[in-house]
């Protein structure tokens, strides 16, 4: 059974960072794209990053660019987003999810498998 989890949410002061992590269980990912979402307060899901499975191509979210870097370990079978000089704004639960296709797609509809979420809070 495929699982993904997340881990490292929590409150942060606005300027901070926070790196999130998101492992992947029951099945090989390697060559899988994966990516995050996220849901702010009162918003519709988003797209905030993804990757191909070497690394090599890595599309954000415009308002996430510059600020955010995703990275995976394929033998850990692991996907992380590194995020700094957060503000208020980046406040939601962050979503991993693996997409079938090999090209990381920015539609959560393409995206067939997905983690619980975490919690990532900016205080002003």
């Known amino acids: 059974q495929v699982q993904l989890v997340e881990s490292g949410g929590g409150l942060v002061q606005a300027g901070g960072s926070v790196r999130l992590s998101c492992a992947a269980s029951g099945r090989s990912f390697r060559f899988n794209a994966m990516g995050w979402f996220r849901q702010g307060p009162g918003k519709e899901r988003e797209f905030v990053a993804a990757?191909?499975?070497?690394?090599?191509?890595?599309p954000y979210a415009d308002s996430v660019k510059g600020r955010f870097t995703i990275f995976r370990d394929n033998a850990k079978n692991t996907v992380a987003l590194q995020m700094t000089s957060l503000i208020p704004e980046d406040t939601a639960v962050y979503y991993c999810?693996?997409?079938?296709?090999?090209?990381?797609?920015?539609?959560?509809?393409?995206?067939?498998?997905w983690g619980q979420g975490t919690q990532v809070t900016v205080s002003s």
């Open positions: 999810a693996v997409s079938d296709l090999v090209q990381p797609p920015t539609n959560g509809r393409q995206y067939n498998y």
């Open positions: 990757i191909n499975w070497s690394g090599g191509f890595t």
